[in-house]
């Protein structure tokens, strides 16, 4: 069987959603197993010099990676359907697994990007002014309370997320 | 170790949204239909509004 070129824009956009997936995953686990407990049991001095310096870093490449797992997953989706490439009505559970997989990573980016970021920028800016004698929002541990309910929520949805993600394609009965 | 409130809340919601996108789009599949999607588009609204308002 011969190799067209979309073949290999295919398997481009493929591995590139992988790739960007693992890394945004990895990094909600670290967030969740590691980071979060860590911080548990540190000082508020300690906290306020990591915040600026280790979870913003950590969290530029967290929703930035987001961004291209979708991304690379929906122009993947929507290419092959336009060009007739899979989707008939005979494989209904096959389109019912990777849409639910694909929608609930679509509802963990919005998660990442409406919640997530936009309460730990607001974290982050106020550790920055703290850090310059300005006291702390009292807003502040609310926003960091809302950001870990979102947070929370991503770990458990990415556990069916990855089943249908890969079911799909790996469990006979799709 | 007891989950932190956070953790039950965030699970919670995770539960509810699973069932939810899964009846949608079994539906959207089963009658060629997008509307079902409307119902998981109104979960994340009243997920992000709800989480709006947590003190």
Known sequence: ?174 | MPWAKETKLGFGWAAVVVVIFIGSIWAMVRYTTPAPLIIPVLAYLGFLAWVNRVK
């Open chain 1, 1 to 174: 069987m011969a190799v067209e070129a979309i073949d290999y824009f295919y398997i481009g956009l493929r591995w590139t959603h992988v790739f960007a997936g693992i890394t945004w995953i990895g990094l909600l686990y670290y967030f969740n197993f590691v980071q979060v407990p860590t911080f548990k049991e540190l000082d508020a001095s300690t906290k306020n010099v990591l915040v600026p310096k280790l979870v913003k870093r950590a969290l530029f490449w967290f929703r930035w990676a987001a961004v291209v797992t979708v991304l690379a997953g929906w122009t993947y989706f929507l290419t092959a359907w336009s060009q007739g490439d899979f989707y008939d009505v005979s494989r209904r559970w096959w389109a019912v697994s990777i849409l639910t997989g694909g929608f609930l990573g679509t509802f963990m980016f919005l998660n990442v990007w409406g919640v997530i970021w936009r309460q730990q920028k607001k974290v982050i800016r106020a550790t920055e002014e703290l850090l310059k004698g300005t006291p702390a929002p009292p807003d502040m541990a609310r926003w960091g309370k809302q950001a870990l309910i979102a947070s929370r929520m991503n770990v458990a949805l990415s556990l069916p997320m990855l089943f249908f993600m890969t079911a799909a394609s790996h469990l006979p009965l799709f």
